[in-house]
């Protein structure tokens, strides 16, 4: 059994604990458990920030091919990164990834910044070098679609080089699901779409006919609460309860 098979397993006993199986006859089969869990995940990755992940990832341009299918896991790309400092002909792994003045700030001003240079040398570089990438092509325009995860390079490749990609990626099942904050209110939800789908199907039969004279469901009892419990988890997502990061000043 893989990470995520067992995490959406614990959700499983979770929801017929609290739906009292064991002690009462619980009518949904495996799939209502798997559509609640589902719609769980879909609709935190849909508002909540805690769905996703800063990370960096390397992708490999070919000469002439300016589209790249990315991993369906990758919600957005924000920037490429170029391992040369601003060839567009490249080279391997060649003198354009090699930075001398990186080095000679190392071993010269750093080491003696009290008698030359300093801090203020090094940064004097870094915005030449910053304006020269972006004159000279260092830094790589580019467009993403987030629904069939095609990235399109705007400049052609001149040659096969490797690029650094700054993106943000949806965070596992199994790593949501073992979160603690959200792996409590991703069971909490997937329980509450138990309870709606229960109470759907005890609805359409008031009650069950029986020698004593028939017995009473739950049904729209049951229905009513769950979507309740619904509405009080998405207020929830609204205060950041779920572990993602409030907003800071919005101006406008």
């Known amino acids: 059994m893989t990470d995520t098979e067992n995490e959406r397993q614990k959700v499983v006993e979770y929801c017929k604990a609290m739906l009292g199986s064991g002690m009462v006859d619980v009518e949904l089969d495996p799939i209502h458990y798997d559509t609640a869990i589902n719609r769980s995940l879909a609709k935190f990755r849909q508002r909540s920030s805690n769905a996703v992940e800063e990370s960096f990832g390397f992708i490999t341009v070919t000469t002439d091919n300016n589209d790249y299918i990315l991993p369906k896991e990758v919600e ?9 400092i601003g060839s567009r002909t490249g080279g391997g792994d060649g003198g354009t990834l090699f930075e001398p003045f990186n080095l000679a700030y190392s071993n010269t ?84 779409n138990c309870k709606v789908m229960l109470g759907e199907a005890r609805e359409k039969f008031g009650t069950i006919a029986s020698p004593q004279g028939g017995t009473q469901l739950n049904g729209t009892a049951l229905k009513s609460e769950g979507k309740a419990e619904m509405e009080v988890l998405e207020q929830d997502l609204i205060n950041y309860k779920e572990g993602s990061t409030p907003l800071t000043f919005v101006i406008g």
């Not at 957005?76 to 040369?84: A, G, M």
């Not at 467009?143 to 990609?165: C, D, G």
């Open 109 to 192: 001003y750093l080491l003696s910044s009290t008698h030359m240079g300093g801090l203020a040398t090094y940064y004097a570089f870094a915005s030449y070098q910053k304006l020269v990438g972006k004159i000279f092509g260092s830094e790589i325009n580019f467009t993403f679609n987030k629904t069939t995860k095609l990235l399109t390079i705007m400049q052609r490749p001149r040659t096969n080089e490797e690029l650094l990609v700054w993106m943000y990626n949806y965070r596992p099942d199994f790593n949501l699901l073992q979160d603690t904050m959200a792996g409590q209110w991703l069971k909490d939800y997937a329980l509450a």
């Open 76 to 84: 957005n790309v924000r920037q490429l990164f170029r391992r040369s």
